[in-house]
């Protein structure tokens, strides 16, 4: 049985109690956090840049050699695009991208079909990459330095919320839990 479930008048402070305790653990580890994963980020966007010649040579390959850089295309784009909206754009299976995005090649069975569906992966990527963030795409020449550079600053922000907002919810779980056990 939920504790106070039966008590309706303790909710607001139950609630209030709730929101506090999280306020305080926000401001004590979410910058940390956020830190944390901009520089793991920042490291992952500009090797995309580095392996696929800044985003000149998204291939197949590509994809298959580094699968979980898939979320990093997807971050490129513009809009980003969310997992869900990717997977009906591309028409492909909900397990070949959730697979890739947690850095696994899906097994071929041999048909053809995982390759069509790279495929298909990356003709809506490369469709969608941000002109505006990655200009040079567009005038079909490599970045310079300087566009590389802020290119790669431009991409992260939403994967860092990504990352920052997944990191947040497991420590707040893991805090909650322990706040339970002190209870009982």
Not at 36 to 54: F, N
Not at 60 to 73: I, S
Not at 108 to 115: A, K, N, P, S
């Given at each position: 049985m939920a504790i106070n479930a039966d008590k309706p008048t303790l909710w607001k402070a139950d609630i209030a109690q709730s929101v506090d305790l999280f306020n305080r653990?926000?401001?004590k580890f979410a910058p940390k956090t956020f830190r944390?994963?901009?520089?793991?980020?920042?490291?992952?966007?500009?090797?995309?840049?580095?392996?696929?010649?800044?985003f000149s040579a998204i291939s197949?390959?590509?994809?298959?050699?580094?699968?979980?850089?898939?979320?990093?295309?997807r971050m490129a784009t513009c809009p980003p695009l969310a997992r869900d909206?990717?997977?009906?754009?591309?028409?492909?299976?909900?397990?070949?991208?959730?697979?890739?995005?947690?850095?696994?090649?899906?097994r071929?069975?041999?048909?053809?079909?995982?390759?069509r569906e790279l495929n298909s992966i990356l003709n809506i990527v490369k469709q969608m990459l941000d002109q505006d963030i990655f200009p040079w795409l567009e005038a079909g020449r490599r970045a310079t330095k300087t566009e590389r550079y802020q290119g790669g600053h431009d991409c992260?922000?939403?994967i860092v919320r990504r990352?920052?907002?997944?990191?947040?919810?497991?420590?707040?779980?893991a805090s909650a839990v322990k706040c339970l056990k002190g209870l009982s």
């Open positions: 653990w926000f401001l944390e994963q901009r520089l793991k980020t920042t490291e992952v966007v500009e090797e995309t840049l580095q392996l696929t010649r800044d197949v390959e590509f994809l298959q050699a580094h699968p979980a850089r898939l979320m990093t295309l909206r990717l997977i009906g754009l591309a028409d492909v299976r909900k397990s070949i991208v959730g697979a890739l995005e947690k850095g696994t090649l899906p071929d069975r041999g048909d053809g079909v995982l390759v992260r922000g939403p990352r920052s907002q997944r990191h947040r919810v497991l420590r707040t779980k």
